[in-house]
């Protein structure tokens, strides 16, 4: 059983927070941003509060929290903070449990580390969210053979966006990976709707099985 999974992506801003919030909600897991770079707007952890009606609880602290929404790279070194791969072991916890990464794979930590080095010592499958917008092909499939490169497991891609079918299964047999679903973009974006699109867009079964 997928006790506890990734959920990375192919790029900043590709929809990694609502997917993790509305799917956190659906198979009530813990959830957990390791890193959040950028304080001034909401932060990742409180969007997943306001959207995945999971108890407050659920929502494990950052164990760095930066100020500048860039790389946080960039964004501890201008606050003065080292960050240290050794800080981010996972928490131990009663429960089952989400962590989202920032931005994509390759993105530092500090002038050494990325996120894709800390996921392969963590050993957990790995959700890939990935926009179904023109460019995604190129991303998912070079995010997909970074992955395997380091014998990673990927459960699947999620995708985010409006339905372009052969982008999705270009991506699914060139890429020789299972999609989960498709979440499509909602508006307005409120809880309920989040939860009904989950459901109905991803087979909660997917999320607690073995990575094929
Ligand atoms: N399914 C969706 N429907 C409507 N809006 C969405 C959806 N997914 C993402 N968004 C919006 O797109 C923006 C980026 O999404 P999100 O914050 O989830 O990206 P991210 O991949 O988590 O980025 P980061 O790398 O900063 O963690 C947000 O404004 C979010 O509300
Ligand atoms: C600030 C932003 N919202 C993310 N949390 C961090 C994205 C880092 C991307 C770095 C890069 O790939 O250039
Ligand atoms: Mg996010």
């Keep these: ?23 956190a909600g659906v198979v009530d897991r813990f959830y957990w941003k390791p890193v959040q770079s950028g304080l001034h707007e909401e932060t990742d952890s409180e969007v997943v ?25 960039r964004s ?42 800390i996921f392969r010592q963590w050993r957990l499958p790995v959700v890939l969210c990935a926009r179904t917008a023109l460019g995604t092909i190129n991303h998912t499939l070079l995010s997909v053979e970074a992955l395997r ?23 699914a047999e060139m890429g020789k990976v299972r999609i989960l679903g498709r979440l499509p973009r909602l508006d307005p974006l409120t809880p309920k709707g989040l939860s009904v699109a989950m459901r109905a867009a991803f087979n909660v079964a997917d999320f607690m099985e073995a990575p094929h």
Aim: net charge neutral; proline share 8%; hydrophobic share 45%.
């Design 149 to 171: 490169a380091r014998s990673i497991p990927l459960l699947g891609i999620a995708f985010i966006g409006d339905e372009m079918a052969d982008t999705q299964k270009t991506i």
């Design 76 to 117: 501890a070194e201008i606050d003065g903070v080292a960050i240290e791969a050794a800080k981010l072991s996972l928490p131990a916890l009663p429960g089952p449990l989400i962590v989202e990464g920032a931005g994509g794979l390759m993105v530092p930590l500090n002038r050494q580390t990325r996120f894709i080095d």
């Design 49 to 73: 509060a306001r959207l995945s009606g999971l108890p407050a609880g659920r929502i494990l602290p950052e164990v760095y929290r930066l100020k500048m929404p860039l790389s946080p790279h």
């Design 1 to 23: 059983m997928t006790e506890r999974f990734i959920v990375t992506g192919t790029d900043t801003g590709v929809g990694k927070t609502v997917f993790a919030a509305g799917l």
